[in-house]
């Protein structure tokens, strides 16, 4: 029969078996957040020891310990919502197009639904209020609006985001959607009968196929690999230089150019010729399209489908360190990998996804409104911008004003938006704003770029305020190394009236290490 333990009991045994303080609180949080059951009523809650033992034996129950350990006990771990699946996480139109530095659904819908726990004691926003995101990415925050029953508005500064955004929040006519992708996909597939690369791809398909079968049998190569058996960077680049010539001779015979003749933009630097000319086929059939919104999101299909299509190794897929023309080594999957040389394959698979994730959504939302404008958050006239977009729901947001933000600003020396999207700008012949980024990668971190972003942040919220209710919430996610927003809430005559530790998990980067970010809750001084 299973051992079981009161909270004040689990609490004494945790501790001793951790090594550490655990108190009874703890122990409460796994119960409510489902880590382990609760036995009994309200009078004499109980729970196993064994579900202790096999939680804390887990990858999350151990990753909990141990981040704790780094980055303080004030970790709030129910905001790592650590229980969702990545399908979870990008559920739906969220994941319609690729962007960095995006919030999971969950966070955003965590503060702004109705529920109440331990931690979000209180509701801040009730449906039918409007919810302002001033750095608004790639529309996170109006998406989960919506499926709350609440308007919203997004700002960006970048033409790119805003279209982003509001391809997610639109509304269709999905058998004009689908009737347009069939049209251009049949088009596409008779263009490129003329081209043979198809036919190119699959013989080199197969050639890769016997030879990594031969020089790279699964699962054994990387059983050796780790054993020590095998020097990785030698041997692959000695079956680089072996497969070479195969590769040189199906490139002769279906006459396929590698390089474009020029490089003087993204796509002319970063897309064999083949693929250059697929995505201006497809684009020129996009702009035939009548319906506007049709025409807008099987852009972004296309956008999504050339993001996949860059001429680059597996393992440089964010940081493109130089475009890559031949088969080559692949650490990442451990054999012989190519570039692409034709983009049907994505094309196909994101327009079938794309209409999926739409009907999806559209079980889900709700009868409000959301719109995204492109412009400074710093000053721009929200109402006035809104006017030319809906006077109708300019008209409600004077009436009864923005509730208050949730937002993610950018991090200070991090990321440059325009820049992770140079592709559609030169597709789309969107105008860069690089220069009106708060805090971009190419400012650095130094003492003159954290007072520009420290100004940046505040002027926002000082121009957002304006259109504030008196009693708004705002809530900012970010990683505040250099304990900036305190600063930034000076300067904006508000207050943190409190702060949420929360780890981020599932994170893009190299570098796995314990890393954790703040939602700072703030509200106006003068209350």
């Known amino acids: 029969m299973a051992e079981l333990l009161t909270i004040k009991e689990a609490s004494k045994w945790a501790s001793k078996h951790l090594g550490k303080n655990v108190t009874t609180s703890n122990i409460s949080y796994l119960i409510q957040y489902g880590r382990i059951r609760k036995i009994g009523d309200n009078g004499t809650i109980q729970v ?128 004009d959607v689908q009737s347009e992708i069939m049209r251009i996909t049949q088009a596409l597939r008779i263009f490129l009968t003329d081209s043979h690369t198809l036919e190119f791809e699959d013989k080199l398909m197969q050639a890769l196929y016997e030879f990594n079968n031969r020089y790279f049998p699964v699962p054994e190569y990387k059983y050796r690999l780790r054993q020590g058996e095998i020097n990785e960077k030698q041997y692959g ?52 399209i009548q319906n506007e919104d049709t025409k807008t999101i099987i852009s972004i299909i296309l956008s999504r489908t050339i993001r996949s299509c860059r001429a680059t190794t597996h393992a440089d897929l964010a940081t493109l360190i130089e475009p890559i023309t031949s088969t080559y080594y692949c650490a990442k999957h451990g054999k012989m990998c190519k570039p692409l040389f034709s983009i049907l394959k994505w094309w196909e698979t994101y327009s079938t996804d794309t209409v999926k994730r739409l009907v999806r959504f559209n079980k889900l939302r709700t009868d409000t409104k959301q719109i995204c404008l492109t412009g400074d958050s710093r000053v721009i006239n929200i109402f006035s911008e809104l006017d030319s977009i809906d006077p109708t729901f300019a008209k409600l947001a004077r009436k009864q004003k ?97 702060q949420f530790k929360r780890p981020v998990l599932n994170r893009t980067e190299k570098d796995k290490g314990a890393y954790s970010e703040i939602i700072f809750h703030l509200k106006s001084k003068q209350l």
């Not at 002319?268 to 083949?274: A, N, V």
């Not at 220069?435 to 007072?451: C, S, T, V």
């Open 237 to 288: 680049e000695e079956k680089e230089k072996e497969f070479l010539p195969v590769f040189q001779k199906l490139v002769k015979d279906y006459n396929i150019k590698l390089r474009q003749d020029k490089s003087d933009t993204f796509l002319d630097k970063w897309y064999s010729q083949h693929i250059r000319e697929e995505i201006q086929f497809v684009y020129k059939e996009i702009k035939k």
């Open 402 to 498: 923005i509730k208050g933000i949730f937002s993610s600003p950018p991090y200070v020396g991090l990321i440059d938006y325009h820049e992770q999207h140079a592709y559609a700008y030169d597709l789309f012949g969107f105008e860069r704003k690089d220069e009106l980024e708060i805090g971009p990668l190419f400012k650095g971190q130094g003492r003159e770029a954290k007072e520009s972003y420290i100004q940046g942040i505040s002027d926002v919220l000082n121009n957002c305020k304006k259109y504030l209710v008196d009693d708004y919430d705002v809530f900012l996610v970010a990683n505040d190394k250099y304990n900036m927003y305190p600063i930034i809430a000076r300067k904006a005559d508000m207050q943190i009236i409190d």
């Open 48 to 175: 196993s020891k064994d579900e202790l033992v096999k939680y804390y034996k887990s990858y999350n129950g151990y990753r909990e310990v141990s981040w704790k350990d780094q980055l303080g006990d004030d970790l709030n771990w129910a905001l790592s919502f650590d229980q969702y699946k990545e399908a979870e996480t990008t559920k739906h139109v969220h994941r319609l197009h690729p962007y960095k530095g995006k919030f999971i659904p969950q966070l955003v819908e965590y503060f702004l639904d109705d529920h109440t726990d331990k931690f979000k004691t209180k509701t801040y926003f009730n449906k039918g209020d409007i919810i302002l995101d001033p750095f608004s990415g790639s529309g996170t925050t109006m998406v989960q609006a919506s499926e709350l029953g609440m308007h919203s508005i997004g700002i960006d500064i970048s033409a790119f985001n805003t279209m982003i955004g509001n391809c997610k929040v639109a509304h269709y006519n999905l058998v």
